[in-house]
T-cell receptor
Framework: GEDVEQSLFLSVREGDSSVINCTYTDSSSTYLYWYKQEPGAGLQLLTYIFSNMDMKQDQRLTVLLNKKDKHLSLRIADTQTGDSAIYFCAESDGPDSGNTPLVFGKGTRLSVIA | DTGVSQNPRHKITKRGQNVTFRCDPISEHNRLYWYRQTLGQGPEFLTYFQNEAQLEKSRLLSDRFSAERPKGSFSTLEIQRTEQGDSAMYLC????????????FGPGTRLTVT
């Protein structure tokens, strides 16, 4: 079945770059997403990537996709204390990817030390 | 339109009672999803609608759970004969038909069953 795995914790110093990693198993997944969840809040969509892309950049966020290894990463440049949150990787699985329910990882808790 | 809204935000109920949650999606979105999130986990898919049609139900959705979207706008999720294991955050998301089918989440309804 589908599975999305992430490391659970990451701690970085303010101003450094953060790299959050994710692996997925569904080989037919073509859309992959990153969400941010702050305490007590819903999920905020940060970005997504389509599998014909290796990289996508949006301001301080860079997404890298290695489709061969089924590995996705989110890099946050110049990490700020406001970036402290849980980050979820999610895939839209199956041949109708982009139109299906999301499968989420357990989330990576990012702590930013001032 | 300010996004997906959910009511109530919090619900405390005694075991065995019935509860109903409401989700109002972004107005132009015809897809609506329900997820459940427990502590330390990512959201897990429950069911979703395209307009008023319920397209898929997860095996997590026992027969005590029912969801409706009668006019293709707001949706309700009812849990009958609640159990302590139903305690969780219930999240609603909406999207336009994809791909990429970006799903936008509401703030969630936190259910506590005592």
């Amino acid at each position: 079945g589908e599975d999305v795995e992430q490391s659970l914790f990451l701690s970085v110093r303010e101003g450094d770059s953060s790299v959050i990693n994710c692996t997925y198993t569904d080989s037919s997944s073509t859309y992959l997403y990153w969400y941010k969840q702050e305490p007590g809040a819903g999920l905020q969509l940060l970005t997504y990537i389509f599998s014909n892309m290796d990289m996508k950049q949006d301001q301080r966020l860079t997404v890298l996709l290695n489709k061969k290894d089924k590995h996705l990463s989110l890099r946050i440049a110049d990490t700020q204390t406001g970036d402290s949150a849980i980050y979820f990787c999610a895939e839209s699985d199956g041949p109708d990817s982009g139109n299906t329910p999301l499968v989420f990882g357990k989330g990576t808790r990012l702590s930013v030390i001032a | 339109d300010t996004g997906v809204s959910q009511n109530p935000r919090h619900k405390i109920t005694k075991r065995g009672q019935n509860v109903t949650f409401r989700c109002d999606p972004i107005s132009e979105h015809n897809r609506l999803y329900w997820y459940r999130q427990t502590l330390g986990q990512g959201p897990e898919f429950l069911t979703y609608f395209q307009n008023e049609a319920q397209l898929e139900k997860s095996r997590l959705l026992s027969d005590r759970f029912s969801a409706e979207r009668p006019k293709g706008s707001f949706s309700t999720l009812e849990i009958q004969r609640t159990e302590q294991g139903d305690s969780a955050m219930y999240l609603c998301a909406s999207s336009e038909p994809g791909p990429p089918g970006e799903q936008y989440f509401g703030p969630g309804t936190r259910l506590t069953v005592t």
